[in-house]
């Protein structure tokens, strides 16, 4: 991860959503005691608060894993949760998928769209059965080079099935940290990705790092949403920047407008 020097959080000044030149803000750190706050608040709430359920919350096979967050990359939780489960059905094991027929598992998928994820799942599959004895591998270089398989998807199964200290960045995670420590550069930006990196690993549980990433995600997903975020009841608003700022509404900033598909 890059070093963070100089960037992180706070803006002096503030940029509004609409504004794509972000480069001349300076960013001031965020002080270790309000990025602790942040941790042990997060993990607090899931330990006593977090009732989001679904079906591969604390999973630890590497391969149920995989199909999950292939799955959810372009999906809604609402829609892949159906066919997460009959996907796992159909093929419980990364054996099981290699040797099936490509028709057999692009079936599965229909509906779900964007194929080339169906594609790489089964090439990934037999990749993995035949340089790797089906087992998966276990580590993140390992993991981050397999076909289909970006930094996010890499960072979850290392650290859901592994236990290894890599931090998931998506866009709830993006929305929370640029929310409690108000961060205005733009998340699709170079300089915002790198920024949100480093920040989430610095962030991160390291004894804990795949209750951390489902902590985070579940947060974002049930309390700091992208509409309407329950900010009078939000346990971690107490050090929330942007809500003191009165800055929830306006934050994340995205530079590109999302194409409609």
């Known amino acids: 991860f890059p070093s963070n020097r100089r960037f992180f959080t706070k ?18 750190p965020p002080s270790s ?24 919350k604390g999973e630890k096979d590497p391969y149920r894993i995989w199909i999950s967050e292939i799955i959810l990359q372009q999906t809604r939780v609402e829609q892949g949760l159906a066919y997460y489960n009959n996907f796992i059905r159909r093929f419980p094991t990364i054996q099981q998928l290699a040797k099936a027929p ?13 194929y080339s994820r169906c594609r790489n799942l089964l ?8 340089e790797y004895n089906g087992r998966f591998p276990d580590s993140y270089e ?9 930094p996010y998807t890499a960072a979850a199964i290392s650290s859901f099935a592994f236990q290894l200290p890599y931090a998931v960045v998506d866009g709830n995670v993006f929305r929370v940290l640029s929310r409690f420590f108000e961060i205005d550069t733009a998340t699709d930006s170079t300089e915002g990705k790198k920024l949100f990196s480093a920040l989430a690993q610095s962030l ?22 992208p509409a309407a975020p329950l900010c ?30």
């Not at 090439?123 to 035949?130: D, E, L, N, Q, S």
Request: proline letters at 5%; hydrophobic letters at 35%; aromatic letters at 12%.
């Open 204 to 225: 991160l549980d390291k004894e804990q790092p795949g209750v951390y990433n489902q902590a985070i995600m579940d947060f974002g997903a049930v309390i700091c949403k």
């Open 102 to 114: 490509d028709e057999k598992v692009f079936k599965s998928w229909e509906g779900l769209g964007y």
């Open 142 to 150: 390992e993991i981050i080079g397999l076909k289909g398989v970006g």
């Open 33 to 56: 005691a309000h990025k602790s706050a942040f941790t042990k608040g997060l993990m607090q709430w899931n330990r006593d608060q977090n009732s989001r359920q679904m079906p591969w």
């Open 11 to 28: 803006s002096r000044i503030f940029n509004p959503p609409n504004q794509r030149n972000t480069s001349f803000f300076m960013f001031t």
């Open 123 to 130: 090439a990934t599959a037999r990749f993995i059965v035949k």
């Open 232 to 261: 009078t009841t939000c346990p971690l608003r107490k050090k929330c920047l942007a809500f003191h700022q009165n800055k929830v509404e306006v934050l994340p900033v995205k530079q590109k407008k999302t194409k409609v598909r």
